[in-house]
């Protein structure tokens, strides 16, 4: 198979660099397409932008120890990493951009339906039928990308490769959390009773808005 054209033109192993020029560079790069990207962006992806052997891990920390000190962190999501801005600044975005109005005008089912994929992700609308029973329109799915509070993942690995989809930064900050750790646990929303729409296992973040938003 021929390579990209992309990795062809780009030198990943920058052998005419010192070795801590190099390593700053790569790190630089990696801090790139973080930025760049608008959902996680998996270990492989950013092997692509690297020298052969150089570790990604080790990269990535030293990224976010470079980071210290900043408005941005990198965050580990799923499989992936992402750069977003820290939750200390929550109520300065919030104040700027007031994403809480971008919730306003959900439906009740919407916000069950971004609950599904902030638990879930990455997920497909096929995924989200299995939960709710029912066909998740293009319509809804719009409205929360519209809002920024969900953005397109990576496609699943299966026949016809669908785009499955995520939850973003918006969303973080919308809710009030730091990381998709801090949702509520899903159990202990089952025991208080704020579960499924007609008895599916997704939870609702409607108690969750209410006070954080």
């Known amino acids: 198979m021929a390579k990209d054209r992309s990795d062809l033109d780009l ?61 941005f962190e990198v965050a580990k999501v799923g499989d992936g990493w992402t750069l977003r801005t820290r939750s200390i600044y929550a109520p ?28 879930y992700q990455p997920i497909t609308r096929d995924g989200l039928k299995d939960i ?13 990308h519209d809002r920024g509070l969900i953005g397109t993942g990576p496609r699943a690995p299966r026949r016809g490769a669908p785009y499955t989809f995520v939850t ?7 809710f009030d959390l730091e990381t998709l750790q801090d949702l509520p646990d899903r159990e202990q929303m089952q025991d208080a009773g704020l579960g499924a729409e007609s008895g599916s296992n997704s939870m609702s973040l409607s108690s969750l808005s209410r006070t954080s938003v």
């Open 11 to 71: 030198d990943k192993e920058l052998a005419g660099l010192p070795q801590a020029l190099r390593w700053r560079e790569w790190m630089r790069r990696i801090e790139a397409v973080l930025f760049a990207s608008a959902t996680p962006v998996p270990r492989e992806d950013l092997t692509r932008v690297v020298g052969q052997g150089a570790s990604v891990d080790l990269l990535v920390e030293d990224l976010a120890a470079d980071l210290e000190g900043r408005a």
């Open 92 to 119: 300065a975005i919030r104040a700027a951009a007031d994403v809480g109005e971008q919730l306003l005008d959900l439906r009740e089912f919407d916000v069950a339906v971004l609950a599904a994929i902030a638990y």
């Open 132 to 144: 709710f029973g029912r066909e998740i329109s293009r319509d809804l799915i719009g409205r929360l």
């Open 168 to 174: 973003t930064e918006t969303f973080l900050t919308a």
